[in-house]
């Protein structure tokens, strides 16, 4: 049975940093992408990066992109998200899933994804 849990949420002050990990337990197979998403109150969940697992080929989203990290610990079955210069709009429950490639590319569509953790919250405040 595949289980992601992700760890490392909490709260900051604008301007700080966290780091954020998912820890990947059973098997998922291969070519597999580990994406990052996150869901503000009131808000679809959205995008924000993803890698090639066992590559290091990412994609981000633009929101995020020169601020936020997506990295791994393959051989530990590890995937980090690691959050610089903080924003309040960046608050959000953040979650770590499982997908596979779309047009062989690893992308930010939820619906490529099929195994979800059940998500850390990060607070930022201003």
């Known amino acids: 049975q595949v289980q992601l849990v992700e760890s490392g949420g909490g709260s900051v002050q604008a301007g700080g940093s966290l780091r954020l990990s998912c820890a990947v337990s059973?098997?998922?197979?291969?070519?597999?992408?580990m994406g990052w998403f996150r869901q503000a109150p009131g808000k679809e969940r959205e995008g924000v990066a993803t890698i090639y697992f066992g590559s290091s080929i990412t994609v981000y989203a633009d929101s995020v992109k020169g601020r936020f990290t997506i990295s791994q610990e393959y051989a530990k079955n590890t995937v980090f998200l690691q959050l610089n210069t903080l924003k309040p709009e960046d608050t959000a429950m953040y979650y770590c899933?499982?997908?596979?490639?779309?047009?062989?590319?690893?992308?930010?569509?939820?619906?490529?994804?099929?195994?979800w953790g059940q998500g850390t919250q990060v607070t930022v405040s201003s």
């Open positions: 899933a499982a997908g596979l490639l779309w047009r062989g590319r690893c992308n930010l569509r939820e619906l490529d994804y099929s195994y």
């Open positions: 059973g098997y998922i197979g291969s070519n597999r992408c």
